[in-house]
């Protein structure tokens, strides 16, 4: 339920609808509009009586919310929402460029790529440690020695770090070693880890699952929300369809259509989306059109013999041009691109 306060409402009757909602045993929401006061309830509000609401005088109106998720819902804060990490943002009119290997692989490669794609323009640096991979088999990735390279690569560039993290187990190192917790597409309804993560304060990168609607997205979002940490940021990154010759689909129209139902920030990631190289750059490009939030981009210096997704890595030349593309697209999408800071 939301309760919309009229412009101008006084700050006693604002602090009087609060105690009434918290008396009622509601949870409060609050936002501030341009010229609106908005109390988001959420729990059990089947004893709310809306309509003694509606006869408060400074109560503007009241909306029952029909969707399942309440605070990742954009009627409980129409303002679109900034996720901060360090000096930089996420959300907003900024537009996040995320690069790097799909996996660590050593000191090396870590160091080099981030060194390429910091210096061609990307706000941050991504890099598994903890791989969730089809086959037990196939590189499981470097794990915590992983999560070290990383710090190196921060502290050589300054680029903050995404990393997945796919158990509770390692939660507590992921809270000190890395700015973004990337949760993977197979770990989007987890919900114990979802759980998790929303008891903390770092920012997360919740990547839609493989075949999940984008109400079942935003339902895995609320799990974070909902336990308090508000710095969620939504991954496109292709669902499974009947088309073979791309990985994924990528499912562009879901950008605006996150947009109007949610004001959480929405990235895309074309290199899962396509598992094609190639499809990287056009897709990027389709993503600010389409007025995505940023792209998480695979960015490797032998993707011949990377460790893991090669097929669909561009190399740090290829990078700087696709930069370059967005930089000069920014301008006409009145984005900004943070870089150097
Ligand atoms: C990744 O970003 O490395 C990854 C495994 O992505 P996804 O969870 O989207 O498959
Ligand atoms: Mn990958």
Known sequence: MIIVMKPKTPQEEIEGMKRRILELGCEIHESQGVNYHIFGLVGNTSTVDSD???????????IHVQEPYKIANRLFHPKDSIVQIGNRKIGGENFAVIAGPCSVESEEQIISIA?????????????????????????????EDGLELLKSAREKTGLPIVSELMST??????????DIIQIGARNMQNFELLKEVGKIRKPVILKRGLSATIEELLLAAEYVLAHGNE???????????????????LDLSSIPVIKKLSHLPVIVDPSHAGGLWWLVEPMAKAAMVVG?????????????????????????????????SLKELAKIQNKVIQENI
Not at 115 to 136: M, N, Q, W
Not at 240 to 247: D, G, H, V, W
């Open 52 to 62: 003694r609401l509606r006869a408060v005088d400074w109560v503007e109106k009241v």
């Open 115 to 143: 060194e390429d794609v910091k210096s061609a323009g990307a706000g941050f640096l991504r890099g598994g440690a903890f791989k969730p991979r089809s086959s037990p088999y196939s590189f499981q990735g470097l794990r």
């Open 169 to 178: 187990e390692h939660l507590n190192r992921f809270i000190e070693d890395v």
């Open 231 to 249: 710095n969620v940021i939504l991954c496109e990154r292709g669902i499974r369809t009947f088309e073979k010759y791309t990985r994924n689909t």
């Open 292 to 324: 995505a939030d940023g792209v998480m981009v695979e960015v490797h210096n032998d993707p011949a013999n990377a460790k893991c997704d090669g097929q669909q890595s561009i190399k740090p030349e290829r990078f700087r041009t696709l930069m370059n």
